[in-house]
């Protein structure tokens, strides 16, 4: 049973940059996509974009476009999410989750797994 | 970008109560509609895939149904662990995007 195991909280100060990682234990990223989704403090859930590792084709929410990276290892089996120019508002847990791709249509699957989630803080 | 929105925000409910929460999207998604159930510093779960396909391991009073635009995700008998927090989710269009959330309180 594949998991993703995501790296650590983290304190930022408003200007600087985040980064976090998503590591799959027990199973792949390959042939898969991973979905990066944020929540703030009390707050729903927000997708930020997706990767294809396989051929590390991206596509980002308009409101990251820019700001935010995602890339990812296969060797590792590992994707990452770099945030910057970091204001208090991106303040909040970030998740990663694995998905299918339809080359078909274009699209993500559902999300099945989740990472745990990491805490990220940007406070002065 | 497709708006979800689900109904009611916040739901009281009593162990072995019949709920069902409802999902409209701002444009027709055909089934490309997944629930997710969340609780308290967890990450969410998936319920129900293309709108009525139950995720293994999910328990079968869950059960999703819809199409277009208009769907609904019910639980045919409360349990205790059911109360947590339940969004919808649309893989059609990009951005994907979530409803606001349906939080299920214990009465």
């Known amino acids: 049973q594949v998991q993703l195991v995501q790296s650590g909280a983290e304190v930022r100060r408003p200007g600087s940059s985040m980064k976090v990682s998503c590591k799959a234990s027990?199973?792949?990223?390959?042939?898969?996509?991973v979905n990066w989704i944020r929540q703030a403090p009390g707050q729903g859930l927000e997708w930020m974009g997706v990767?294809?590792?396989?051929?590390?084709?991206?596509n980002y929410a308009q409101q990251f476009q820019g700001r935010a990276t995602f890339t990812a290892d296969e060797s590792t089996d590992t994707a990452y999410v770099e945030l910057r120019s970091l204001r208090s508002e991106d303040t909040g847990i970030y998740y990663c989750?694995?998905?299918?791709?339809?080359?078909?249509?274009?699209?993500?699957?559902?999300?099945?797994?989740w990472g745990q989630g990491t805490l990220v803080t940007v406070s002065s | 970008d497709i708006q979800l929105t689900q109904s009611p925000s916040f739901l009281s409910a009593s162990v072995g109560d019949r709920v069902t929460i409802s999902c409209r999207a701002s444009?027709?998604?055909?089934?490309?509609l997944a629930w997710y159930q969340q609780k308290p510093g967890k990450a969410p779960k998936l319920l129900i895939y293309?709108?009525?396909t139950l995720q293994s391991g999910v328990p079968s009073r869950f059960s999703g149904s819809g199409f277009g635009t208009d769907f609904t995700l019910t639980i045919s008998s409360l349990q205790p662990e059911d109360f947590a927090t339940y969004y919808c989710?649309?893989?059609?269009?990009?951005?994907?995007?979530f409803g606001q959330g349906t939080r299920l309180e214990i009465k």
């Open positions: 027990g199973g792949t990223l390959s042939n898969y996509a």
């Open positions: 293309t709108a009525s």
């Open positions: 989750a694995r998905s299918g791709y339809s080359y078909g249509y274009g699209f993500p699957t559902w999300f099945d797994p």
């Open positions: 444009q027709a998604i055909d089934t490309y």
């Open positions: 989710q649309q893989l059609t269009n990009y951005p994907i995007t």
């Open positions: 990767i294809i590792p396989i051929s590390g084709s991206t």
